[in-house]
């Protein structure tokens, strides 16, 4: 892979949530908490993971972050706005990357400039660097079925991040991924956070994940989910798979085991 050119974001992104909660009601029913108080800052340009067990809200917080659902109550703030619905400033990719099957890679990643009627020749030109970047520029005219599993998740890299986006929001995205593959898409975004000036967010429940990648860790406790704490991880970067044996990766793994079992 190349390079990456791109140019850096334009605001830097932080993310206030005071107190948040959200029950899902069913009919007629009093529904259960999914979040029950969630407080956490990320400050901007850092990488923190939320870890927890199933059913704990992980999803939800992300989904209310990414503006696709609603808090009942508390303090949603990405960047200085009050998150009120979705936005090209925030990223999300999923487990199973989102790509239109009947486009192809150069027009799936061109499909959000495209649908907010600013497809620039600036913009073409950034998202054939963009291809550069994520390693697919043979791919450009495939289509999604053509290409691999770990193809079809940095071409999604590619749609989300020719927006720009301050804040990218992953839920689990590598969690359907073959080890080798996975620990190839861990490299990849740990580079291309570090070239770009992006806050991420990731969920996963994978505590090795969350030590290799992450600047913190925030634990969220068993359903509902509030938060238990927050662990610095304190290693340095850049980081690599290899360091997952040393002593230090371990006993940061400990460390987070340790608030996940209180
Ligand atoms: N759209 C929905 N309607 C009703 N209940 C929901 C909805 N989405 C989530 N829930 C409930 O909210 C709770 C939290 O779900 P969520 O998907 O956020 O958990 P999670 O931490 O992401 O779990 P997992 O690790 O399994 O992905 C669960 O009890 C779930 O059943
Ligand atoms: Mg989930």
């Keep these: 892979m190349s390079a990456p050119t791109l140019t850096a974001v334009a605001t830097p992104t932080a993310v206030r949530l005071r107190d948040v909660r959200k029950t899902f009601r069913r009919r007629r029913r009093e529904g259960r908490a999914a979040l029950d108080g969630i407080d956490l800052d990320v400050a901007a340009g850092e990488f923190l993971c939320l870890l927890g067990p199933s059913g704990c809200g992980k999803s939800t917080l992300l989904n209310i972050l990414a503006g696709f659902t609603s808090a009942d109550s508390g303090e949603v703030v990405v960047g200085d706005r009050p998150v009120t619905g979705p936005g090209p400033d925030r990223g999300v990719l999923f487990q199973t990357p989102m790509l239109f099957p009947w486009l192809t890679t150069w027009q799936n990643v061109l499909y959000g400039p495209k649908s907010r009627g600013a497809l620039t020749p600036a913009v073409r030109d950034e998202a054939a660097e963009l291809l550069e970047t994520v390693g697919l520029a043979d791919a450009r005219d495939a289509y999604p079925h053509e290409l691999s599993g770990g193809m079809r998740h940095r071409a999604a890299f590619a749609r989300v991040l020719i ?94 085991r340790e608030v996940l079992e209180r």
């Design 163 to 256: 927006n720009r986006p301050g804040l990218l929001l992953m839920d689990e995205p590598f969690g359907a991924l073959d080890a080798i593959t996975r620990a190839a898409m861990q490299r990849f975004l740990l580079d291309l956070w570090q070239r770009h000036s992006m806050t991420i967010v990731f969920v996963t429940h994978d505590v090795e994940e969350a030590t290799l990648l992450g600047d913190r860790v925030a634990v969220l406790s068993a359903p509902p989910g509030g938060t238990k704490d927050v662990v610095e991880i304190g290693l340095p970067r850049p980081r690599r798979y290899e360091d997952t044996d040393t002593l230090a990766f371990v006993e940061a793994k400990r460390r987070i």
